[in-house]
C-alpha cells in the first residue's frame, strides 16, 4: 500500500521559513514525478512546485524565487524549503506522486496524494 506522509508544518510569522518533508512508502518514486499542492480555507487545491526525477523543477508564479522544492530518491523523498513566508502562503500542504516523468502542475496527473499538513504564516 502507497503512503506518503508529510511532516514540517507549523506556525511562523511572515518572514519566517519552513521545511516541508513528504516520505513515500509502498513504492519507490525514483524515476517519477513529485509536487507539492496547497489549499487555504475556502480555496479550491493549487499546484505549488513540482520536481522529475532527475531534478527539473516546476513552480506555481506566486512562490517562485522563496520556495524551492528538492527530492532525495535514495530516501524516496521530497521536500519543499519555504522561505519569505507570507500570510497568503496559509494553507494545508499536500504531498503528491504520480505515475508520470514530467513535472506536472495538475492534480489529475497525480495518483498518489498525502493527508497534508497545515503551514499558518501569521502577520
Known amino acids: 500500500q502507497v503512503q506518503l506522509v508529510e511532516s514540517g508544518g507549523g506556525l511562523v510569522q511572515a518572514g519566517g521559513s519552513l521545511r516541508l518533508s513528504c516520505a513515500a512508502s509502498?513504492?519507490?518514486?525514483?524515476?517519477?514525478?513529485m509536487g507539492w499542492f496547497r489549499q487555504a480555507p475556502g480555496m479550491e487545491r493549487e499546484f505549488v512546485a513540482a520536481?522529475?526525477?532527475?531534478?527539473?523543477?516546476a513552480y506555481a508564479d506566486s512562490v517562485k524565487g522563496r520556495f524551492t522544492i528538492s527530492r532525495d530518491n535514495a530516501k524516496n523523498t521530497v521536500y519543499l524549503q519555504m522561505n519569505s513566508l507570507k500570510p497568503e502562503d496559509t494553507a494545508i500542504y499536500y504531498c503528491?506522486?504520480?505515475?508520470?516523468?514530467?513535472?506536472?502542475?495538475?492534480?489529475?496527473?497525480?495518483?498518489?496524494w498525502g493527508q497534508g499538513t497545515q503551514v499558518t504564516v501569521s502577520s
Open positions: 509502498g513504492r519507490t518514486f525514483s524515476g517519477n514525478a
Open positions: 520536481i522529475t526525477w532527475n531534478g527539473n523543477t
Open positions: 503528491a506522486a504520480s505515475l508520470m516523468v514530467a513535472p506536472l502542475r495538475r492534480e489529475y496527473e497525480y495518483h498518489y
